[in-house]
Each structure stands twice: as C-alpha cells, then as structure tokens.
C-alpha cells in the first residue's frame, strides 16, 4: 500500500481562492519531505523542501507568498496555493525519503484545475 | 547535480527485455544512480539504485559501467503495465532532481 499519502486527489477551485493539499507519511516519520509540481507532459519540478518545525526551503523562482507550506508534524506536511490562477493548474507531488539516501516515497499525486 | 542524456522514448514487445540507457558522464565519486518510473497519472516509484557494482531486485537489473559515466536499465520481461516514464537520477542526498526521463511504450 501508498506509503505517503496525498489528500485530495483532485480539486477544482475558482479562481481567486486557495486550495489546500495535504501529505502524509504513513506509518514511518518525515522531518522533510519534496513538493514537486508537474504540467502535461513535462517532468517533475522541485518546488520547495519541507521542513518539520521550520520554515520551507524553496527553489529559485517558486514564490514563497503564492505555496505556503507548512510541515507542523513528522507525518503532515501540507502545501497551501493561495489565490490561485488558472496558471497554477497542474499535478502536484509529495515525496519523503525512506532513510536510504537518495530514495523517496511518492504521493499519488494531486491534479489542480483552476477555473 | 550531474547532467543525464537519456533517449526521449523507446519502444518494446511485450514479454521481451528492455534495456534502458542512460549517460551521466559528470557524476561525482559520491553520487548513487537511482531509477525511479512514473506511470501515467501516478507519482513517481522507485526502480533501483547502485554505486558501482551492478545490481538486481525484484523490478529491474541494473548494470553500471566500469567508469560510471553511464548506466542501464534492465526490465527482463517488459509487461504493458511497465510502459512509463523512466528516470536516471544520480544523486547523493534526499533532494532529487528530474530531467525529462525516456517514455518507454510497450507494444502488445
């Protein structure tokens, strides 16, 4: 079974309004944890580095005002889009490392779609 | 992060093996070479990881080369559920960077 856990998997939101997108690590702890995000037939981009109990390092480019991520517990790391444009529609993924260097479970995944 | 060059797509039989190549001349001494496959509308799994010597799982082989500048990956009998993209990643921590992958098609 999913070992990290992404809720929801799909959202349609209007534009203007912030949609919130949760991570879980399931059975097994995480101080970080990925947010990646992916359009159509594009690969993974790495958004930003979660870190429980302090603030997210982002990458070059991701606007820290526009996906606020919060990493309250060792289980929940959760990436908020607030006022979201038809632009920031895409599929956004979750990883957490399994303590083996290099390898991350991955969420299933959750598609956005801004109207 | 090294540079990969991996084939845009490939395509094999079915029950055939598939031998998946990817070049990464610029790894570093430290750095693993993982594998991971994303199936259409699903986040990302992980394939296979090695250092230098080859390595095999219940997935996939993977074969590394002597110098380590480019490595292969190995479905011994693809099934249509293995059509996917699939990824080369050399890398050393938890932060891992994608390229653009090879979309491999498995034909029935």
């Known amino acids: 079974g999913a070992v990290v856990s992404q809720h929801p998997s799909r959202v349609i939101c209007k534009s203007g309004t912030s949609v919130k997108i949760e991570c879980r690590s399931l059975?097994?702890?995480?101080?970080?944890m990925f947010w990646y995000r992916q359009f159509p037939k594009k690969s993974l981009m790495l958004m930003a580095t979660?870190?429980?109990?302090?603030?997210?390092?982002?990458e070059q480019g991701v606007e820290k005002d526009k996906f606020l991520i919060n990493h309250a517990s060792l289980t929940l790391s959760t990436l908020t889009v607030t006022s979201a444009h038809p632009e920031d529609s895409s599929f956004y993924i979750c990883?957490?490392?399994?303590?083996?260097?290099?390898?991350?479970?991955f969420g299933e995944g959750s598609r956005l779609t801004v109207l | 992060d090294a540079k990969t060059t991996q084939p845009n797509s490939m395509e094999s039989n079915e029950e055939e093996p598939v031998h998946l190549p990817c070049n990464h001349s610029t790894i570093s001494g430290t750095d693993y070479i993982h594998w991971y496959r994303q199936l259409p509308s699903q986040g990302p799994e992980y394939v296979i990881h090695?250092?230098?010597s080859n390595v095999n799982n219940r997935m996939a082989s993977l074969a590394i080369a002597e110098d380590r500048k480019s490595s292969t990956l190995i479905l011994h009998r693809a099934t249509l559920r293995d059509a996917a993209v699939y990824y080369c990643i050399p890398n050393r921590d938890d932060k891992i960077i994608f390229g653009k992958g090879t979309r491999l098609h498995i034909l029935p």
């Open positions: 059975d097994f702890q995480a101080t970080t």
């Open positions: 979660s870190n429980e109990g302090s603030k997210a390092t982002y």
């Open positions: 090695g250092l230098t």
């Open positions: 990883s957490a490392p399994t303590g083996r260097a290099g390898e991350l479970f």
